[in-house]
């Protein structure tokens, strides 16, 4: 699987560029799944008006959806445990991208193991996962203590998927998130054992295997 891993979407032409290098062929001919789940577990993000939004290619702020793909389903990973995967895994093997909204980053971890696409996920080497925030943290080792908000019913600490081994603070200096300054970065990554990238709303990263390209119209910096 290939990553564009973004704090916020395909916001400038360098990640759209980016974006486009991964999949090999313009964006009007690919098929995209977008995937809501992580805003349903964030208390401002959804489940209601934020999440269809997102959905419908209604979030000029943070584009995903209304980028001109030839064709965009939804891909409800709450619903996936309660149908049968024929019903479901041909349409994922089928997409060119899975666009992954933003919000709880554990919640959407949580929802990503127990519908079981966790387990598909190495299988989908041509595909492309275009994550935008928590849906960019949620491939990290660990998100960090500032970023834990649900948690799961049986416990746990602040460990994701761990598909690449860097972590990510997303919305770096951010208008309206006052939180989000460099010197916060850098407190956060104090606690995170291992690399770890705080990035920009113009920024994103790319992974391809083992490259990792720092991709930006904007500003960011590693923490070694």
């Known amino acids: 699987m290939k990553l564009l891993l973004t704090s916020a979407g395909v916001r400038n032409a360098t990640i759209q560029n980016a974006l486009?290098?991964?999949?090999?062929?313009p964006i009007a001919d690919c098929d995209a799944l977008c995937i809501p789940t992580g805003m349903y577990g964030h208390p401002s993000l959804g489940p209601g008006e934020r999440a269809w939004r997102f959905l419908s290619g209604g979030e000029p702020g943070c584009p995903m959806v209304e980028l001109g793909w030839k064709s965009v389903g939804v891909l409800e990973l709450t619903a996936l445990p309660s149908i049968d995967e024929s019903k479901w895994v041909p349409k994922v093997r089928e997409a060119d991208v899975l666009l992954v909204?933003?919000?709880?980053?554990?919640?959407?971890?949580?929802?990503?193991?127990?519908?079981?696409?966790?387990?598909?996920?190495?299988?989908?080497?041509?595909?492309?996962?275009?994550?935008?925030?928590?849906?960019?943290?949620v491939m990290t080792p660990r998100i960090g203590a500032d970023f834990v908000g649900w948690k799961p019913p049986t416990g746990g600490d602040d460990s994701a998927l761990g598909v690449v081994d860097f972590s990510i603070f997303p919305h770096l200096d951010c208008e309206g998130m006052p939180e989000n300054t460099l010197a916060d970065a850098e407190r956060w990554a104090a606690t995170i054992p291992g690399p770890a990238y705080a990035i920009d709303d113009e920024t994103a990263i790319a992974v391809t295997g083992s490259t990792v390209d720092v991709v930006s119209e904007g500003h960011w910096t590693q923490f070694p």
């Open 20 to 25: 486009i290098g991964l999949l090999g062929k």
């Open 101 to 137: 909204a933003g919000g709880d980053a554990l919640y959407l971890c949580h929802w990503i193991r127990e519908s079981g696409l966790a387990n598909l996920l190495p299988s989908l080497s041509e595909t492309i996962w275009v994550g935008l925030s928590a849906g960019s943290m």
